[in-house]
């Protein structure tokens, strides 16, 4: 069992910059699959990065290609989305996921078996 607790999440003017925290716990994330996903009020939970631990392959939605950056601490087995020139458009609670496999396609919340509780984040123009 794999514990994730998301942080960081704020109010920020658009342009700004944001780091989100998933910090896990119960297991180490080696070769699991990580991912952040976005669900806005009325929304759909949509797919935002996901984070191959083993490989350390990362994978974007167009949308926030070069804005949004993964990175890792192994040893805090914690996963970072570091977000900038932020939008308006991301506003959303962002959630950290992971799963147990080190090859699952990763872009639906399907693929994945555990999940945080979210963190708010706000843009305002």
């Known amino acids: 069992q794999v514990q994730l607790v998301e942080s960081g999440g704020g109010l920020v003017q658009a342009g700004g910059s944001l780091r989100l925290s998933c910090a896990a716990s119960?297991?180490?994330?080696?070769?699991?699959?990580m991912g952040w996903f976005r669900q806005a009020p009325g929304k759909e939970r949509e797919f935002i990065a996901r984070?191959?631990?083993?490989?350390?392959?990362?994978y974007y939605r167009n949308s926030v290609k070069g804005r949004f950056t993964i990175s890792r601490d192994t040893a805090k087995n914690t996963v970072y989305l570091q977000m900038s020139s932020l939008k308006p458009e991301d506003t959303a609670v962002y959630y950290c996921a992971s799963s147990d496999s080190s090859s699952v396609v990763g872009v639906r919340p399907t693929d994945y078996d555990y999940w945080g509780q979210g963190t708010q984040v706000t843009v305002s123009v």
């Open positions: 984070f191959r631990w083993g490989s350390g392959s990362q």
């Open positions: 119960g297991r180490t994330l080696s070769g699991h699959t």
